[in-house]
């Protein structure tokens, strides 16, 4: 019996030393003192990117991945990196895959940050947005998400403790969009601003203000050496802020002959093949590639329609 019970004993510790050692479903990665991203796994479990701020009193996280599983496990690796309060999460915007673990932020300590508009979008667009065939489960679940407790409209100076955190209202992928400005790191958190050789989801954006806002990360002091943190892909650089809106003229340009050529659909059917040996290193899927033409051409055509903010 005791042999049995010691092998049990054994089997159970070995169990919880496994589960303890599970994968985490995003690369941390340090990007400077106390600055940290956390970057989606291969197998995309995290849905997006995040990251995090330790500043004299207190932990300031950026987005908060798909899933509470993921939060959670990110607030993990926050304790055991510093044993200072988490006190903020800021929504770089309210789509689902960087709000979806809000709730896990916020019973770990934190204040949820957003623009003003996500209060009124993140429980209704996000439904919107899987469009009719979503599941019921993950429908509940968008429709249970925390609101934000700070909405804000304008630029908005968080100090943790002596560290200044920049918090910027920007134009181009929602209509609710922030970033989060380290500058003593010279980090820029951009959420889904910046993509990093994936095709970005373009169902709510502009490409016009998109490509204005990307432009003045480019012209911001110093920016050269710089660190992005885009919302999907790697850390990034000024060289792939660069790419990026490479890739968005070149969306706008292609899809804009398209629409000028005698055979329309036959010219926006090309456009993913120029797209791929114009930008060879991209990860370009044929479904990726058609929304964004077919946004594009919204866009183009004046009749694109993008989320409307709802009054408090
Ligand atoms: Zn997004």
């Known amino acids: 019996m005791l042999v049995r019970a010691l092998l049990f004993a054994g089997i159970v510790a070995l169990g919880a030393a496994a589960s303890a050692e599970a994968p985490l479903p995003f690369v941390l990665k340090q990007i400077g003192p106390g ?102 489960e993950l429908k509940a679940r968008i429709e249970a998400l925390p609101l934000p407790d700070l909405t804000t409209d304008k630029d908005l100076t968080i100090w943790l403790g002596s560290r200044k955190v920049v918090v910027k209202t920007v134009l181009g992928h929602t209509g609710g969009d922030l970033t989060v400005f380290v500058s003593d790191a010279k980090v820029l958190f951009t959420g889904d601003m910046l993509w990093r050789k994936i095709p970005p989801n373009l169902i709510d954006g502009s490409v016009r203000e998109w490509l204005a806002s990307d432009a003045g990360f480019l012209a911001m002091p110093d920016a050269a050496h710089m660190t ?11 060289t792939d802020v660069a790419d990026f809106r490479a890739y968005l003229i070149d969306l706008r340009r292609l899809v804009s002959e398209g629409r000028k050529a005698g055979r329309k659909d036959d010219a926006l059917q090309s456009v993913a093949p120029k797209m791929r040996a114009a930008h060879p290193d991209w990860a370009i899927s044929d479904r990726l590639i058609a929304a964004e033409v077919k946004y594009m051409d919204q866009e183009l055509a004046g009749t694109k329609k993008r989320p409307v903010p709802i009054p408090d």
């Open 35 to 136: 600055v940290y991203a956390a970057i989606d796994g291969p197998e995309h479990k995290a849905g997006s990117n995040a990251g995090f701020i330790i500043g004299d009193d207190g932990v300031l996280v950026v987005d908060a991945f798909f899933t509470a599983d993921a939060a959670r496990a990110l607030v993990g690796e926050i304790h055991r990196i510093t044993p200072k309060p988490i006190r903020y999460v800021v929504n770089t915007h309210y789509h689902a895959d960087h709000t979806g673990g809000d709730q896990a932020l916020r019973d770990a300590g934190a204040v949820i940050i957003a623009h003003k508009n996500v209060r009124g979008w993140v429980r209704v667009n996000n439904i919107n947005l899987f469009g009719d065939r979503i599941m019921p």
């Open 228 to 238: 992005f943190v885009p919302g999907h892909g790697d850390v990034a650089t000024a």
